[in-house]
């Protein structure tokens, strides 16, 4: 009953989401990458955005 309920609440959580997809090259964009693999990238995507939408 619980796994169900749980199932549920991610079902619906996920159809609220949606995801944009960041393409890195591996040879010429190795240092950014390095530093997203580092950091929480969603969150600080996130910030940035809000950040312009203030200016």
Not at 3 to 9: F, M, N, P, R
Request: proline share 0%; aromatic share 8%.
């Amino acid at each position: 009953m619980v796994d169900e309920k749980l199932a549920e609440y991610r079902k619906r959580a996920e159809a609220k989401r949606t995801t944009k997809k960041v393409s890195f090259n591996l040879e010429t964009e190795k240092d950014i990458l390095d530093v997203a693999n580092n950091i929480d990238f969603s969150q600080w995507v996130k910030e940035k955005l809000r950040e312009k939408l203030k200016k």
